[in-house]
């Protein structure tokens, strides 16, 4: 089987999105939750009296970045599967 220019290049961003789309999503999500994390611990410390929905709303939003980390890791395994066998 010949690969030409196009389908190599097609095979070639499919790797990519699937070898380096999920660990950029785990670091940009950690980085995210880290930032929320310290946000909320700043805002109570400030205003000890809004702990308390300080607390939820950073939960909702740690919630939301860890969905986009699970839609990135179906994402991951849809693109996988669409990976053909090379055989050399």
Avoid: C, K
Avoid at 20 to 26: D, H, K, S, T, W
Avoid at 56 to 79: K, Y
């Amino acid at each position: 089987m010949e690969i030409t220019t196009g389908t190599g290049l097609y095979l070639m961003g499919l790797a990519l999105a699937a070898g380096l789309g999920l660990p950029i999503a785990v670091i940009g999500a950690g980085l995210g939750q880290g930032l929320a994390g310290s946000g909320a611990m700043n805002g109570m410390a400030r205003q000890p009296e809004l702990a308390g929905r300080i607390f939820t709303t950073m939960i909702i939003a740690l919630a939301f970045i860890e969905s986009l980390v699970l839609f990135s890791f179906v994402i991951f395994f849809l693109l996988l599967g669409r990976l053909p066998t090379i055989q050399l």
